[in-house]
């Protein structure tokens, strides 16, 4: 049984490091630099928006990176698959999407309610 999991968490830390090094790439493309200073403002408008772009896209890839490294030091520790709130073991099925998962169903979802609060109703000084 315990060689069942090891196994089991082999596999997950090939799929992510695979994954790292397919966001890494990404990361790499992304960081050239998109707008050379030639061409007229339509260009340089378009270049500007192709930034953003890959502003945001950056802040996403950056984010999965921080959380397949997290993922593959809890594998190392012995901690993968125990949710980082409650410290219940994930569902397989969860894990099975999300490789990455830190958080059980539960946990996660309510994470996920407290940002959106916080997104709708902005914390302002009275
Ligand atoms: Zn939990």
């Known amino acids: 049984m ?29 960081e050239r630099p998109v707008a050379d200073g030639h061409g007229d403002e339509g260009d340089r408008s378009l ?8 502003a945001d896209a950056l802040d996403r890839i950056a984010e999965e990176i921080g959380a397949c490294d997290a993922a593959l030091a809890r594998i190392d ?8 709130e409650c410290g219940k ?12 998962a830190s958080l059980c169903i539960d946990c996660a979802s309510h994470a996920e309610r407290v940002r959106d609060d916080r997104r709708r109703r902005p914390w302002t000084e009275e």
């Open 2 to 30: 315990a060689t069942m999991v090891r196994v089991r968490h082999v596999s997950v830390k090939v799929a992510l490091l695979a994954r790292l090094k397919t966001l890494q790439l990404r990361l790499a493309q992304l």
């Open 47 to 54: 270049a500007y928006e192709r930034h953003e772009l890959a």
């Open 77 to 84: 520790a012995g901690e993968y698959g125990r949710c980082a």
């Open 89 to 100: 073991w994930l569902a397989a099925a969860r894990l099975a999407a999300l490789p990455a």
